[in-house]
Every structure is written in structure tokens, then in C-alpha cells.
């Protein structure tokens, strides 16, 4: 059977490193999108500029950037060295952090444009019904904004399954280790196993659409029990 | 216990200065036309302008203090604000609305019970529904509610009538007038609609360009000449009386107030109710002598306090009833006929009494 040739290896190193990820990217993304949202800086613009930067940039620079930046001799991989971290690249931890890095757009703009939509009124009612900031974010902006976290979620974990260039530069094809899908898939080509890139491919094309599919049922019926 | 306040806020284009002091009881209305800084009052007393500057004392609990430097948080502010909009979650359902705050509240300060307000306002048949299934006056309703289970020490209504219909509003408003009685809460109430304010109110801060023009008891502030009350069109004064009784000849029933008596047609009310009525100013005309043969009931004896310009053609005349007081809106001609002066006594004939309450 051909199920059975498959190296699964590299689909549950994929969905470990979307899962770690999108969680990374909800716990920095949530607050710096409510920020982004409320803030009146005015480098708010040039901020927001930065964070949309891997939605243009060719995946392949923004690796090799990430390459130059967390290898041994870079900037944050020297001082990460001499805290007596171990190496960033070519390591699980480098895709997650380049993951994180490479899908934060994905968490930060829907987010930010829920928080935005939602407006200061039901903020107002709930500060004079005695809710302090945080009781208020996570009793009125949690809940409403519930479908806007949804489809964060999931673009952020779908894109981190999808990526590619990023992957690669940072984390090369060590088997088990760094060799996730989109790489395998890329593998088994080049190596004309036709059936076994299909399988993946196949796989990845279902999850995508069932995933997709969920997230907008759920959404739909949330915003028809809110009426 | 008082509420004084003193609060100053610079925007562009737009400076709030008012300094006041109101009573810790009882409705004072908040008077003034749109633009005039109302609402933003109201949010710094709320402390939802954070760029607000002054002082605000409620009772002795200080919310705000500039020299002490003093600025307590929305919801370390023991208030309820009942907005123009009602503001429900609209992921929460009614009872889960009421509790937001109520459950937010230590059990040792909570004065209000639960079951009490819920039925002072009628929601016992909505108490599950979810907000955008409820109508605009029950949403309202649920809002007020929801304000007043946080027994605060202050309640503060912005125009809680002014995006409801008119069938909404007069659902509503039997709701309002029975608070301040049920509670011993005081209520600022915001309105451009004098007829609210005649209805609700005892005190009156009046502000204009973001300024306060004048404060104090509501009957004094509506007839003063001076201010812009008494000029506009629906001017009036506002008048407490009891109903002594009914005459069923001609249905009539009778009121008693400072001045004498007020013959109104037949009220369904008990001897001894008390009821307010306001007698507009266009309605009152002025008579040297005891006008006889004339068609109208309501005339009493009274004198001459001031006279004021109200238009080319136009003057207000202030008159003492009793110890209250009506303004009459005559022509300047008919006051150079009567040679009317301040101290004249005279006979205010009234053409129509209007029931508030």
C-alpha cells in the first residue's frame, strides 16, 4: 500500500509547528493588535506598514534575512549564543520563530480590524457598570470579537502549514527535525514520486478545505445568534 | 450629602467650564440646547474624558482632584450612566445584562435588590430574550435597569428618552417619574425637552456654550427673565399643587396651590394627590381689576415682580402667586396701557392649565 510507503514525519513536524506558532502569535498578536487598534502614536502607520511586510516580501528574503540574523554570527543568534542558547538555525526553534515572524500579518490585521469595528461604546457601558480594563477585554471584546479570532486562527495556522521559502532558507530538510510538508512534497517531486506528492498534496488540499469550512459555518452562526 | 463638582475640559473649537453643586437627592435636569456640552459634562463626571481637569466630590467620596491628584477610573466610580443609545452586550441575554454590573458589586454595598428592579420596570416577560431581539423601549428599560443594579451613589441619564418614539417615550417615562420616590438616588437627567424636565425634575443646571448659566431649583430657574428658558416658545412655570376636589356638575376637579385655586378638567386622582402643573407663559394674561363676565376659571391675585423684553412687540412679565410664581408673555403695548411696573398689583388670568404629572 502506498499509505503505508509514506514518511508521516513530515506532516506532524508541520501541524506541531503551526500549532506552537499560532498559539506564539495569539499571545504576542492579541495585545498588539488591541494596541494598534486604540493606539494614537504616530508611528502607528509605519508600524502597521512593518507588521503587513511579509504579506509583499518574496518568502526567500525574508529567510535569508532571518538566515543572517539568527545564524551564530548574526545579530540576535551571537547573543542568543552567549546566554548559552543552543544554535537557531537549521533547528526547530528557528522555524517557529521565523514562523511566528512570517504569519504574524495573518494574526495582527484581522484581529485589529475586529477590535477596531467593535468601537468604544460597549467599552464605556461596561467601565460604568464597574469592569475594570482588563474584566472588559476579556467579558466584551473576547466574546464579540470572537469570529475575528476564528479566522485569525486559522489564516495564522494555515499559512504556517502552507509556507515554504522561509522554511527552507531557515530550516533546510533535516528529516524529522525541519522537514516539514510543503518540503516533502517538493522531495518526493524531484524525485518523481509522483503518488506519494499527491497523497500530501491531496491531504493538505482536504484539511485546508474542511478547516476553511468550519471556521465559516461557525462565524455564520455566531453572527445569527447575535441578531 | 451634596455632589459638588467643578470640571473644565479644552477641546478644539470647544471649552467646558462649569462649577456646581447639587442635591444628593431628587432629579436635577441638565438643560441646554444640542452643542452645548451636555454629554461631555456628563462623561467627565463619569470620568470617561480623561482629559478632564477639576474636582468632583460626591458625598465624601472624591472621584477627582486635580491638586490632589485624584482621578478615579470609570469603574472605581460608583455611578450609573444610562447612555442615549442603551448599549446592551449584545451577546448576553437581558438577565445576564442586569447581573454584569450587579455581580461586579460587593454584596455589602448592593441597596437595590435584583427581583425589585426587574419589576419596578416591567422586564419579567423579557428577562431571557437577547438585546437585538427587544424593542428600543425595552432595550431602554433593560439599560436602566441594568444602571441602578449597581446601587450607585449617583445616576446619570443622557437622554435616555431622545432616540425612542413617541410611543416608546410615554411607555417609558411612568417608569422614570416613579424612581426618584423608590430610591433615594440622585439623578442627573439630560434633555432638550422641557416637557421632560417640568415632568422629572426638582433642580436644573442650565448650561450654554459650555458654560453654566444658572442652577438651582427648577421652578426658579424657568422663570427667571433673565435667562433662556422663559423666552422660548413653550416658556413656563411650574407650579405644585394638591387636588382638594372634584365638582361633578360640570366635571371639574379642583386644585390647591400657594396662590388660590386651580380649576382643571376632571382628574381620576384621590383628594390629597399631589400633581404638578405647568402654566405656559403665552396663556397667562394680566388684568388691573378682577376681570368679571370673562370665560376664564383660573384667576389670581398677584403681583408684579419684573418685566423683561422678550421681542420688538413682545415683554415677559414675572408675576408672585401665593408663594410661586408665573410669568406672563404680553404685548409691550398692553403693559403701556396698564402702565404695569414692577410692585403693581394685579390679576393673572390663565387660559389653560397643562397637567405634567
Not at chain 1, 35 to 57: G, N, Y
Not at chain 1, 196 to 207: I, P
Not at chain 2, 70 to 92: E, I, K, N, T
Not at chain 2, 144 to 155: G, K, V
Request: contains cysteine.
Amino acid at each position: 500500500m502506498i499509505i503505508e510507503s509514506i514518511d508521516w514525519a513530515p506532516l506532524w513536524l508541520t501541524l506541531r509547528l503551526a500549532t506552537v506558532t499560532t498559539l506564539i502569535l495569539l499571545i504576542i498578536g492579541t495585545p498588539f493588535a488591541w494596541w494598534l487598534s486604540r493606539t494614537t502614536c504616530r508611528f502607528k502607520t509605519a508600524i502597521e506598514a512593518v507588521v503587513a511586510l511579509p504579506l509583499v516580501l518574496p518568502p526567500t528574503v525574508l529567510g535569508f534575512y532571518l538566515l543572517v540574523g539568527l545564524g551564530p554570527h548574526g545579530p540576535v543568534g551571537s547573543v542568543w549564543h552567549n546566554l548559552g542558547g543552543d544554535a537557531l538555525v537549521f533547528t526547530f526553534t528557528g522555524l517557529v520563530i521565523g514562523s511566528t515572524i512570517y504569519s504574524l500579518p495573518f494574526i495582527v490585521q484581522p484581529l485589529q480590524n475586529t477590535f477596531e469595528s467593535l468601537g468604544q461604546d460597549l467599552l464605556e457601558a461596561a467601565a460604568t457598570l464597574r469592569a475594570s480594563p482588563l474584566n472588559r477585554f476579556f467579558t466584551v471584546v473576547v466574546p464579540l470579537a470572537r469570529p475575528g479570532f476564528l479566522t485569525a486562527i486559522t489564516l495564522a495556522f494555515a499559512h504556517t502549514v502552507g509556507e515554504f521559502g522561509v522554511v527552507l532558507m531557515i530550516g533546510g530538510n533535516i528529516p524529522g527535525k525541519t522537514k516539514v510538508v510543503s518540503i516533502a512534497i517538493l522531495d518526493h517531486v524531484e524525485s518523481l514520486e509522483y503518488q506519494e506528492a499527491h497523497l500530501l498534496s491531496a491531504g493538505l488540499l482536504l484539511f485546508a478545505f474542511v478547516v476553511l469550512f468550519i471556521v465559516y459555518t461557525l462565524n455564520r452562526r455566531y453572527k445569527l445568534s447575535l441578531t | 450629602m451634596t455632589i459638588r463638582a467643578r470640571i473644565q475640559l479644552v477641546r478644539s473649537g470647544f471649552k467646558l467650564d462649569a462649577e456646581f453643586e447639587i442635591p444628593g437627592k431628587g432629579v436635577t435636569a441638565l438643560f441646554g440646547q444640542s452643542g452645548s456640552g451636555k454629554s461631555t459634562l456628563l462623561r467627565c463626571l463619569a470620568g470617561l474624558e480623561r482629559s478632564s481637569s477639576g474636582v468632583i466630590f460626591v458625598g465624601d467620596a472624591c472621584w477627582q482632584d486635580d491638586t490632589g491628584n485624584v482621578f478615579l477610573s470609570p469603574h472605581q466610580r460608583s455611578l450609573g450612566y444610562v447612555f442615549q443609545d442603551a448599549r446592551l452586550f449584545p451577546h448576553l441575554d437581558v438577565r445576564r445584562n442586569l447581573e454584569f454590573g450587579w455581580k461586579r458589586v460587593p454584596p455589602m454595598q448592593r441597596r437595590i435588590e435584583f427581583d425589585q428592579v426587574v419589576q419596578w420596570l416591567g422586564l419579567e416577560n423579557i428577562i431571557q430574550r437577547m438585546p437585538p431581539r427587544l424593542s428600543g423601549g425595552e432595550q431602554q428599560r433593560v439599560a436602566i435597569a441594568r444602571a441602578l443594579l449597581t446601587s450607585p451613589q449617583l445616576l446619570i441619564m443622557d437622554e435616555p428618552l431622545a432616540a425612542l418614539d413617541a410611543t416608546a417615550k410615554a411607555e417609558i417615562l411612568p417608569y422614570l417619574e416613579r424612581l426618584p420616590e423608590q430610591l433615594s438616588m440622585p439623578v442627573i437627567y439630560v434633555s432638550h425637552a422641557l416637557e421632560e424636565v417640568t415632568r422629572l425634575a426638582d433642580s436644573m443646571l442650565l448650561l450654554k456654550d459650555g458654560k453654566l448659566i444658572a442652577s438651582g431649583n427648577l421652578k426658579d430657574v424657568m422663570t427667571r427673565l433673565d435667562l433662556p428658558l422663559s423666552h422660548m416658545d413653550e416658556a413656563g412655570s411650574v407650579i405644585d399643587a394638591t387636588v382638594i376636589g372634584h365638582d361633578d356638575e360640570f366635571q371639574l376637579t379642583c386644585l390647591k396651590f400657594s396662590g388660590g385655586q386651580i380649576s382643571v378638567s376632571r382628574l381620576s386622582l384621590n383628594q390629597g394627590s399631589p400633581v404638578r402643573v405647568r402654566i405656559l407663559a403665552r396663556d397667562v394674561s394680566i388684568a388691573l381689576g378682577r376681570p368679571e363676565q370673562t370665560s376664564i376659571l383660573n384667576v389670581f391675585a398677584a403681583s408684579v415682580i419684573e418685566l423683561g423684553a422678550h421681542s420688538p412687540s413682545q415683554l415677559l412679565v414675572r408675576l408672585a402667586v401665593g408663594t410661586d410664581q408665573v410669568v406672563a408673555r404680553i404685548t409691550r403695548k398692553s403693559a403701556a396701557l396698564l402702565d404695569l411696573k414692577s410692585g403693581c398689583q394685579v390679576f393673572a388670568q390663565v387660559k389653560s392649565v397643562a397637567l405634567v404629572s
